[in-house]
């Protein structure tokens, strides 16, 4: 699969990206909008799972998928 081989540099071409602002925005509409407590999370194409971490550490439990099994690794490892 293509991915696996783009999955060592993922990270490093997206290491400015501000997964903690994105966060923040995603818990702001949660908050907003769900009409009962949220607590599980599926992220469909999670890549190297930065979003899932910043969202574990704000209390939710993710689940992540990827096309790529090098991507969730990657995921796994954080």
Known sequence: MV???YAKYYNL????KD???ETQFVHSLIKQ???KPVKNVL???CGTGS???CMSRLG???TGIDSSGEMISRALEK
């Open 13 to 16: 071409l997206y290491k400015d």
């Open 33 to 35: 909008f769900a009409t």
């Open 51 to 53: 979003h899932a971490d």
């Open 19 to 21: 997964y903690h602002g």
């Open 60 to 62: 939710y439990q993710m």
């Open 43 to 45: 992220d469909i194409g």
């Open 3 to 5: 991915f696996n081989n």
